[in-house]
């Protein structure tokens, strides 16, 4: 399993960045798709979810980011996205791509962000928003 993350950057407030997650080792379109970020001296938080075919690609957001980010996938280029507007200054971070493939993995994941063994990450990709 990899996970590439890309897109990350330095952004001023108020503006607009799109992170990709590419992936290969295993079948995309059945796994589901997360973003995670971690602040410097935070724990590392659930941002978004898609789930997977079978849960016909059912987005969750946390109450932080709703309204302003957007997750979605590519099945074709085994590639997630997260669209974010509106940036802001504690948005800074180091966003990480995580995918995992059974059923019970994908529901802790994808409706209460929980961050279980069976993850696979990405190295993540640093997002900061400064003036």
Not at 24 to 31: A, L
Not at 87 to 102: E, F, G, N, Q, R
């Amino acid at each position: 399993v990899q996970l590439v993350e890309s897109g990350g950057g330095l952004v001023k407030p108020g503006g607009s960045l799109r992170l990709a997650c590419t992936a290969s080792g295993f079948t995309f379109s059945r796994s589901a798709m997360s973003w995670y970020r971690q602040a410097p001296g935070k724990e590392r938080e659930g941002v978004s979810c898609i789930n997977n075919n079978d849960g016909a690609g059912k987005t969750n957001y946390a109450d932080s980011v709703k309204g302003r980010f957007t997750i979605s996938r590519d099945n074709a280029k085994n590639t997630a996205y997260l669209q974010m507007n509106n940036l802001k200054p504690d948005d800074t971070a180091v966003y990480y791509c995580a995918a995992v493939h059974d059923a019970l993995s994908v529901q802790a994941m994808c409706e209460m962000f929980r961050i279980v063994d069976t993850i696979s990450w990405g190295k993540g990709t640093l997002v900061t928003v400064s003036s």
